[in-house]
C-alpha cells in the first residue's frame, strides 16, 4: 500500500496573501490531482498532472497555479486568497481509473 | 452544469434496513462510475464501481444498479450499520484521467 500526505493539515491565511500547500504520494503513480471541496458542492478539480513536469488545467484552475516538482510531489499555490473563503483542498494520485485521496489541507482566509 | 447530481441530499435510515442512494449523469461517454466514501476529517476513499457494460455489481452489503438508457445508477447498502453513517459521493469518468464528482449524499444510520 501507499500513502498521500498533504501538508500543512491546517491553513489560515490573510487576504490577498499567496499560499501553497503541498502533497506527497508514495505509490509511483504517474497521474496526481488537486481537488477543491466545499460543503455541499462536492468535488471540483483544480488542476492534475499526467507525469512530471505536465500540468492541465481542470473546471477550476482559475485563481490558482499548480506544480509538478517531481512524480511523487504535487503542490498547489493559491495565487491571491479570498476573505471568508472555506474549503478543503484534497490531493489525490492514481494508476489506473482507481484515484486515491489524501486527508486534506483544510483553508480558511481571515 | 452540474453533469452528475445526486440525490437526496441526507438520508435516514434504522439500522438493519437498506439506504438507497441515487445518481445521475449527463454525459453519455461516461463509461466508469465509482462510489466514494468519505468520513468527517478524511479523504473519499474508493468503495465500489462499475463499468457501463454492466448493470449490476456486488461487493458485500453494497450493490450498484446501473441503467445505461436512462442514465442512472444507484447504490444500495443492504443491513445498515451505524458504521456506515459517512457521505457518499458518486463519479463518473470515461476511463480518463478526469473523475467528474456529484455533490454527494450525507447517510446516517440510527442504531
Known amino acids: 500500500g501507499g500513502i498521500i500526505t498533504q501538508t500543512p493539515k491546517f491553513l489560515i491565511g490573510q487576504e490577498g496573501q499567496k499560499l501553497t500547500l503541498k502533497c506527497q504520494q508514495n505509490f509511483n503513480h504517474d497521474t496526481m490531482y488537486w481537488y477543491r471541496q466545499d460543503s455541499g458542492k462536492g468535488l471540483r478539480l483544480i488542476y492534475y498532472?499526467?507525469?512530471?513536469?505536465?500540468?492541465q488545467k481542470g473546471d477550476l484552475s482559475e485563481g490558482y497555479d499548480a506544480s509538478r516538482e517531481k512524480k511523487s510531489s504535487f503542490s498547489l499555490t493559491v495565487t491571491s486568497a479570498q476573505k471568508n473563503e472555506m474549503a478543503v483542498f484534497l490531493c489525490a494520485s492514481s494508476l489506473t481509473a482507481e484515484v486515491f485521496f489524501g486527508k486534506g489541507t483544510r483553508l480558511t482566509v481571515v | 452544469q452540474q453533469q452528475v447530481r445526486q440525490s437526496p441530499q441526507s438520508l435516514t435510515v434504522w439500522e438493519g434496513e437498506t439506504a438507497i442512494l441515487n445518481c445521475s449523469y449527463e454525459?453519455?461517454?461516461?463509461?466508469?462510475f465509482p462510489w466514494y466514501q468519505q468520513f468527517p476529517g478524511e479523504g473519499p476513499a474508493l468503495l465500489i464501481s462499475?463499468?457501463?457494460?454492466?448493470d449490476k455489481k456486488e461487493d458485500g452489503r453494497f450493490t450498484i444498479f446501473f441503467n445505461k438508457r436512462e442514465k442512472k445508477l444507484s447504490l444500495h447498502i443492504a443491513d445498515s450499520q451505524p458504521g456506515d453513517s459517512a457521505t457518499y459521493f458518486c463519479a463518473a469518468s470515461n476511463m480518463g484521467y478526469k473523475l467528474t464528482f456529484g455533490t454527494g449524499t450525507s447517510l446516517l444510520v440510527d442504531p
Open positions: 498532472s499526467i507525469t512530471e513536469n505536465d500540468l
Open positions: 462499475i463499468l457501463s457494460v454492466s
Open positions: 454525459n453519455s461517454a461516461f463509461d466508469y
